[in-house]
């Protein structure tokens, strides 16, 4: 499949390690964000999403936190593993009906 | 695998030419959406169908055009094709409206080449 994370700006991780990959939104008015996680040759896949009357929200070892103040939503990954190795987007949606996809990060697990 | 499937993988174009791709939906999903992702960037939203209606349009000229089918199949036709039309297309199928919560399940994409 075509390499989709080779102009991602990129965060190297030592697997076994947590993983925070950060995002800064720009609509205030933006009340509900998604983080995806794209693998070379697939479509993103959803990981977890947070609503704005929320600060964090934990899943299966990722956590997301939300800073509404200075537009901050962060994504955690625990014990970071190979198969985490991918393109993660934060998306927002700003009251309307699009879901409007951030900038990625490239995560690169080191053995 | 998500359940969600597109044709073809590949394509190439010439400009000024028209192209149809294809999507299928999980069955069930009456929202399709479709988006536009340049190598290097993030996925960027073209249109949304909600039960063969669209339902929400981004930044893109009306060259760009979909259909939705009771089927859950889907296409997104582009006429008069660009260089910059380059891209993975990507579709995405979700129950209801994903920006109302409902997680959205993406394809593989097909990638447009226009020479």
């Known amino acids: 499949g075509e390499s989709v994370g080779l102009h991602f700006p990129t965060l190297s991780v030592q697997e076994g390690d947590n993983s925070i990959i950060n995002c800064a939104y720009s609509n205030s008015a933006s009340d509900y964000f998604i983080w995806y996680k794209q693998e070379s040759g697939k479509g993103p896949q959803f990981i977890i999403d947070i609503r704005s009357n929320m600060d964090k929200r934990q899943g299966q070892r990722v956590t997301v936190l939300l800073n509404k103040t200075v537009k901050h939503l962060s994504l955690q990954i625990a014990a970071t593993q190979p198969g985490d190795s991918a393109v993660y987007f934060c998306?927002?949606?700003?009251?309307?009906?699009?879901?409007?996809f951030g900038k990625g990060t490239r995560l690169h697990i080191l053995p | 695998e998500t359940g969600v499937t597109q044709s073809p993988t590949h394509l190439i174009k010439t400009r000024g030419q028209q192209v149809t791709l294809r999507c299928s939906s999980q069955s069930g999903h009456n929202t399709v959406s479709w988006y536009q992702q340049a190598l290097g960037q993030g996925p960027q939203f073209i249109f949304q169908y909600y039960r063969e209606e669209e339902n929400g349009r981004g930044n893109f000229p009306p060259r760009f055009s979909g259909l939705q089918f009771p089927n859950y199949s889907s296409e997104l036709n582009v006429n008069a094709l660009e260089l910059d039309d380059s891209a993975l297309y990507l579709c995405a199928s979700s129950l209801a409206l994903a920006a109302q919560g409902d997680e959205q399940f993406f394809g593989p994409g097909t990638r447009l080449t226009v020479l």
């Open positions: 998306a927002e949606n700003y009251g309307d009906d699009k879901i409007i």
